[in-house]
Nanobody, 117 residues
């Protein structure tokens, strides 16, 4: 089992940047693939970005390509989401996810990102 704690959200003006942080504790960090999802009010949770195979492969939603970068620091058991050129439509609660075919699927509590126009 793992525990995920997100931080780094906040209020930012359109065009600004934020870096989200997900600190992972518990079972071996390298056993999991990690993703960021987000959920805006009244909408379903949606995929943003993934980092898998200990960082060798990354995937992005179309909305995140060229603006967001997912990365990880295995020594710090931490996953990051660097976001730039933020838009009001990026406003959502952002969730960190850890997934392993052996050990299961886990979510953090989320961090709020609000982008003002």
């Amino acid at each position: 089992q793992v525990q995920l704690v997100e931080s780094g959200g906040g209020l930012v003006q359109a065009g600004g940047s934020l870096r989200l942080v997900c600190v992972v504790s518990g079972r071996s960090f390298s056993s999991y693939d990690f993703s960021w999802f987000r959920q805006a009010p009244g909408k379903e949770r949606e995929f943003v970005a993934s980092i898998i195979r200990s960082g060798s492969v990354k995937y992005y939603a179309d909305s995140a390509k060229d603006r967001f970068i997912i990365s990880s620091d295995n020594a710090k058991n931490t996953v990051y989401l660097q976001m730039k050129s933020l838009k009001p439509e990026d406003t959502a609660v952002y969730y960190c996810n850890a997934q392993s075919t052996l050990w299961g699927n886990y979510w953090g509590q989320g961090t709020q990102v609000t982008v003002s126009s």
